[in-house]
């Protein structure tokens, strides 16, 4: 997508997937606030869950390897039980008021039967969805992202393990957010979901060139400011045409 529009549950995952990719570096990393951290993970994916389910496949992968990395953590038992709670105070809440108001069949058919019913109507196969809205779609940074993170896996071997999440994510998310619709590039609008899982591919990268850390996160960071220096730019092009009028 160029500008702004109508994609309000992709800007949305936007938010959604950055923190919770913060608090999962937050608690991979760090023993400090363990239970706020834990909270906080299971609180916002199960807000991402609740705007569009199929947007979870972005941090799955992240939340299974942190299970697995302190399973053996004396932490482990207090990050569960607020994982729980944080998934409990976001859905219990919305549960209850759809129930009150006797429209629960409603909330199951917007959360899950919706957003999955575009599946049903595959244009294309898998592959050649992946293909078009990847390769044939004039995206040069996915092209560009694609390329560093393959060549980067066989090259840097410190932090090769760190790449194979974030590469597995990408790849996964991909099949299931552009290549199981299969409309190609009418899906390229899922891809916005992605920007928090580029960052963090660009920075571990450029982590082993600090030479051009900055340039790689400013160069990317202007691409996914585009939209909104286009969204403001075509406002105040219809206000001049406006005003020409009257």
């Not at 990847?134 to 071997?157: D, R, S």
């Not at 571990?204 to 909104?228: A, D």
Request: hydrophobic share 55%; aromatic share 22%; net charge positive.
């Amino acid at each position: 997508t160029t500008t702004i529009s109508d994609n309000i549950p992709e800007l949305y995952a936007v938010g959604f997937v950055s923190l919770i990719y913060f608090f999962y570096f937050k608690l991979l990393y760090s023993t400090v606030n363990i239970k706020w951290n834990s909270f906080f993970i299971a609180f916002f994916s199960t807000c991402l869950f609740l705007l569009k389910p199929n947007f979870v496949i972005l941090v799955l992968p992240f939340i299974f390897h942190l299970y697995y990395y302190k399973f053996s953590s004396p932490f482990f038992k207090t990050i569960f039980i607020y994982n729980a709670l944080g998934v409990l105070l976001i859905s219990i809440p919305i549960i209850l008021y759809f129930f009150y108001n006797h429209a629960l069949y409603a909330f199951y058919f917007s959360v899950y039967t919706f957003n999955f019913s575009y599946i049903a109507s595959q244009k294309l196969s898998v592959l050649q969805s992946m293909i078009d809205a990847i390769f044939l779609y004039p995206n040069t940074v996915f092209k560009f992202i694609f390329t560093l993170l393959i060549c980067a896996i066989f090259i840097l071997e410190k932090i090769r393990k760190q790449l194979l999440l974030l590469g597995f994510t990408f790849f996964i998310s991909v099949v299931l957010l552009v290549g199981m619709p299969g409309r190609g590039i009418d899906s390229v609008h899922y891809l916005m979901p992605f920007a928090p899982l580029i960052v963090c591919i660009v920075i571990v990268i450029s982590s082993q060139f600090n030479k051009y850390q900055i340039f790689l996160l400013l160069m990317i960071s202007c691409f996914f400011c585009k939209p909104i220096f286009l969204s403001v730019l075509e406002k105040k092009t219809e206000r001049q045409a406006e005003n020409k009028i009257v």
